[in-house]
Nanobody
Framework: QVQLVESGGGLVQPGGSLRLSCVAS????????MGWYRQAPGNERELVAR???????TYADSVKGRFTISRDNAKKMVYLQMNSLKPEDTAVYYC??????????????WGQGTQVTVSS
């Protein structure tokens, strides 16, 4: 079993910053790509940022220049630094990771989500 647990969400004013964290645990042999997605009410879940095992990053156009994704492979963690937050960034943010378990089975798991609300 693989578990992903997010933390760091909350309420912030427009222009403010938040840092999301996600830790992976369980029967993990490898972690390939890790990413952050978000889902606002009435919308589909969308990619926010993604980082490969080698550190290559991909960002949604709407967050480029404001958000930064990073990872600590030793700690099995991925982070999302969010700056210059806007009300349209309000959503539930989900961590995603994929790789191989100790039994050499592939996995692609999601965390439970953390709410980010940007409002004055």
């Amino acid at each position: 079993q693989v578990q992903l647990v997010e933390s760091g969400g909350g309420l912030v004013q427009p222009g403010g910053s938040l840092r999301l964290s996600c830790v992976a645990s369980g029967s993990i042999f490898t972690i390939a790509a890790m990413g952050w997605y978000r889902q606002a009410p009435g919308n589909e879940r969308e990619l926010v940022a993604r980082i490969s095992s080698g550190g290559r990053t991909t960002y949604a156009d709407s967050v480029k220049g404001r958000f930064t994704i990073s990872r600590d492979n030793a700690k099995k963690m991925v982070y999302l630094q969010m700056n210059s937050l806007k009300p349209e960034d309000t959503a539930v943010y989900y961590c995603n990771a994929g790789g191989m378990t100790l039994s050499l089975e592939s996995y692609d798991h999601w965390g439970q989500g953390t709410q980010v609300t940007v409002s004055s």
